[in-house]
């Protein structure tokens, strides 16, 4: 099946998840505006579909920031291009509450149907950035979960891959489709 996305971090993670059967597809799918990635991951999957014509999936993820509302959330992308991770400390510099959470809506179209499968991971947003692994947002996000304290960045990529929002949606969408 194809996993379509232009971002090669979630691809190489994907991979490691699933296993070996998944093909990456660097197709830049319309993006609906709306507040759920659900929706987005969605009607981003049918656009994918119509345009490859074989079984395929999409990852829409987001960071929510509780001080701020839940931003920058399904604006992760755009905020990311934008103001980039050093701009959203600035932003939220000021803010108390640093909690935060990825989500991942995980979308696939088998020809018929649509299904959706989520994952979310718990956490706060750093001070300052830390660590080298990882892409995007990865590192200026703490895992609550992790004694130690570390950013997703700061994680092998086993590490990252053991509690993330990622693996938690691909893991129940693996636990549908790849019965083998
Ligand atoms: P697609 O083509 O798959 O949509 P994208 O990079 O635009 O690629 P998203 O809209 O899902 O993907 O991602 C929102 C932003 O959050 C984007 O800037 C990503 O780099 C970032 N992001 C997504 N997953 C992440 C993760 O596991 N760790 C850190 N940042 C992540
Ligand atoms: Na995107």
Known sequence: MLFVTSNPGKAREAEEILGENVERVDYDYAEIQSGSLVEIAEEGVRDAYGEFGEPCFVDDSGLFIEGVGGFPGPYSSYVYSTLGVDGVLRAIEDV?????????????????????????????????????????????????????????????????????????????????????
């Open 96 to 180: 108390e509450d640093r909690s935060a959470r990825f989500d991942c809506a995980v979308a696939y179209h088998d020809g018929e149907d649509v299904r959706t499968f989520e994952g979310t991971v718990a956490g706060r947003i750093a001070q300052e950035p830390r660590g080298d692994g990882g892409f995007g947002y990865d590192p200026v996000f703490e895992v609550k979960d992790d004694d130690q304290g570390r950013t997703f960045a700061e994680m092998s990529p086993e590490e990252k891959n053991a509690v993330s929002h990622r693996r938690r949606a691909f893991e129940s969408f693996a636990d549908r489709y790849q019965q083998d």
